[in-house]
Structures are given as structure tokens and as C-alpha cells.
């Protein structure tokens, strides 16, 4: 849900990977629809990984639910970049915060300037 939202909020549109679907529907729909970012449940991780050496699109596999299982590498031939949805968590929190101080310098540098 909260990919979902992300999606829809840069007017982005998604396009769902069912957990039923196989590798062949996987990479099939991976390619026509030419994805960049794939968001996905720890549970069907092994199907994106048999497909994604020949989904060369797809450069951001975002990963939730691993608990503390080890994020996998990505499978050989692919250029794709496996993070979990905690990391980028993590990195947008603190681009928000990079953001909230470049404002206040950049506010309180104007007011003083004044």
C-alpha cells in the first residue's frame, strides 16, 4: 500500500505483479510494460529473481518483509539494484531532513541579510 501511494503521488502509474503469477507472466509483463521499479513482497522474491536477468528495465527491486532473513544479490546479467523498503525508508527520511535544514539556512541567511 505505501509503494502504492508513493506511485500515485509522483503521477505515476502501477502495474501489478500478482503472487500467483509465474516467472514466464512475470518477465512477460516486466518487459512490455518496460519497468524501471519493481516493489515486492519477500514471499514472491524467488519469482522476480528467476526472471529479472532478462528484464533489462528493471533497475530497483524495492524488497518488504525479509524480517531478518539477508537480502539476496542480484541474479548474474542483471543490472538491478535489490533494497529493502526499510533502506529507502531510511534515505528519504533523511533527504527530508537534509531538505528541513537547507530551508531553515537558507531562511534564517535571508532573514539575517535583511
Not at 49 to 67: E, M
Not at 105 to 111: G, K, L, N, P
Amino acid at each position: 500500500m505505501l509503494v502504492d501511494s508513493a506511485i500515485h503521488a509522483y503521477s505515476m502509474v502501477s502495474v501489478p505483479l500478482y503472487d500467483t503469477l509465474g516467472p514466464e507472466a512475470v518477465e512477460y509483463i516486466c518487459n512490455h510494460a518496460e519497468l524501471a521499479a519493481v516493489g515486492c513482497s519477500a514471499a514472491v522474491l524467488p519469482t522476480l529473481l528467476q526472471c529479472l536477468g532478462r528484464c533489462p528495465s528493471v533497475k530497483l527491486l524495492v524488497v518488504w518483509g525479509l524480517g531478518a532473513a539477508r537480502l539476496p544479490e542480484a541474479p548474474a546479467g542483471s543490472e538491478c539494484r535489490l533494497v529493502t523498503l526499510d533502506q529507502v525508508e531510511l534515505i528519504a527520511g533523511l533527504f527530508a531532513m537534509a531538505i528541513v535544514w537547507l530551508c531553515c539556512w537558507c531562511c534564517c541567511s535571508a532573514w539575517g541579510a535583511g
